[in-house]
């Protein structure tokens, strides 16, 4: 199979199987329904979604949904795009002339618009070593140009695929969207991207409102193919939402750790957006491989036992952010004790997958082939991505060049089977009243934890022995089975 292009799976429709209880301790429980008489609990007269088949019929995703046939889902392509939406600002229109163009405000009052308010404009993408970002980000190193967004799309569809659906908990997520509520239900996708998950709900809920925000808006949408009930708004997650109080049923975020400055304080405010019983939901990739018995490879030189360049070349990005002053990709370690921890929240739940990266393990069907070899595809554009932030730390052309076409063949030889660990936590939010945040935040201690094992000292063999219990959330025996996997994401 081309390194370069996929085709879809043939079946696309799968059925759900829910469950009431977990199975092991190792599997969530989906939180149980809410108690309708509550003054703050959404209406139940006329659910039919209620009915466990009304249910099913409703989770089974459309090929509009699940992407097939959107632009650029099963190709990464190097050629240049220009967005539909804001075609002078698309990368191949920029060059090195800036662009200033107005930034889509929020409907309402200009006094909400905590995010921006600029008398004139603003420019919303710089360059960097031939990439373009977002300006009003020092923190967040992943390109936002047309390149970076068609990956993105690739990503959301593997996550999509592995899943088989858009979401965890679907009996859970599709109550909260059922159609004829009193109030219409919304969804907020926070840390867009490509808006590709947005345009994927709006499509699944026609009847609710869907929102992505970002700092840039996604450059490869065409206009004419949003769903009329999505839209894109420019604004900063790190800054106040009260403009946004009580207004969505279900809140997503994934990957957007890095471009976080306090988690802590997102959780709070992200909080405040979401209506009684509605659902938080999580996500990250992991930047640390696994081996296909879950253990994590170690981070070695060259030279020294179990040494990839895999893990090599994720482990310096990572450490480059690090340099930056960014620690924001390790709060996933806190996710779980911070929602515990924080009194707008309940039912907190953690679960964690693995997707092998190519399609080495036995017994895969069509579905998974296509995740496996897509998540390889994935994984070679985003070293590509790491790029500027190397560049930025002091590696030369050189040695990123080693370092990248060491990682790149390891993969395309499948001589190592590795493995991406993704990790989702949801809460639901409790039918109290807002509590903003007073206490002192817990201090990250990132001596002891991190995402990412800690290097071997020279004469070591290597540092896989010592990874075991390095992320409370990877303990040993916290992850799932591949069986408990699937069931997790038929809850």
Request: with cysteine.
């Amino acid at each position: 199979m081309s390194d370069h292009h996929l085709s879809y799976p043939t079946h696309h429709h799968h059925q759900p199987v829910f469950y009431g209880t977990a199975s092991s301790e190792d599997e969530p429980v989906e939180p149980p329904m809410p108690q309708t008489s509550s003054s703050y609990a959404p209406s139940s007269s006329g659910d039919e979604s209620m009915d466990g088949s009304e249910v099913e019929r409703s989770s089974d995703l459309s090929d509009a949904a699940m992407g097939v046939g959107s632009v650029a889902d099963s190709e990464i392509s190097s050629r240049q795009t220009v967005s539909t939406l804001h075609p002078h600002d698309s990368i191949s229109q920029r060059g090195d002339q800036k662009q200033h163009l107005p930034v889509p405000s929020i409907e309402g009052s200009v006094a909400d618009m905590h995010s921006f308010n600029s008398d004139d404009d603003i420019t919303l993408f710089k360059k960097l070593h031939g990439r373009a970002f977002a300006s009003q980000s020092d923190g967040y190193m992943l390109p936002a140009d047309d390149r970076e967004h068609s990956r993105l799309d690739l990503q959301h569809n593997i996550v999509k695929f592995h899943l088989r659906r858009l979401y965890p908990y679907p009996r859970w997520v599709e109550w909260l969207l059922r159609s004829g509520q009193a109030q219409p239900p919304a969804v907020l996708d926070i840390g867009t991207g490509s808006g590709r998950w947005a345009v994927d709900m709006a499509l699944q809920f026609p009847h609710a409102e869907v929102l992505g925000i970002d700092l840039v808006p996604p450059v490869l949408l065409n206009v004419d193919t949003i769903p009329h009930n999505c839209r894109f708004e420019v604004d900063d997650a790190n800054l106040s939402m009260a403009h946004h109080k009580n207004c969505f049923d279900v809140v997503h975020a994934r990957s957007i750790d890095q471009g976080i400055h306090n988690y802590n304080g997102f959780i709070y405010e992200v909080a405040q957006t979401i209506r009684p019983h509605g659902i938080l939901m999580l996500c990250l990739g992991s930047p640390q491989f696994y081996t296909e018995d879950r253990v994590p490879l170690p981070v070695t030189e060259p030279g020294q036992e179990g040494f990839t360049w895999l893990q090599a070349l994720l482990y310096r990005a990572y450490k480059a952010l690090h340099h930056r002053g960014n620690y924001g990709i390790d709060a996933p370690l806190y996710w779980e004790r911070w929602l515990l921890a924080n009194p707008n929240y309940e039912n907190v739940q953690v679960f964690d997958y693995y997707i092998p990266i190519g399609a080495w393990k036995q017994g895969l069907d069509e579905n998974d082939t296509w995740v496996a070899d897509a998540m390889k595809i994935n994984i070679m554009h985003v070293f590509e991505a790491f790029r500027p932030l190397l560049l930025t730390d002091g590696f030369s052309t050189e040695d990123i060049d080693t370092m990248v076409k060491g990682a790149t063949e390891e993969l395309r030889d499948q001589t190592i089977h590795v493995m991406s660990r993704w990790m989702y936590v949801t809460a639901i939010r409790r039918d109290v009243p807002w509590h903003e945040r007073l206490e002192e935040v817990e201090p990250l201690n990132y001596a002891l934890e991190t995402l990412i094992v800690a290097p071997s000292p020279p004469g070591t063999k290597s540092s896989a022995a010592r990874s075991v219990g390095f992320s409370p959330l990877a303990r040993q025996g916290r992850g799932p089975t591949d069986s408990q996997e699937r069931s997790l994401s038929q809850q």
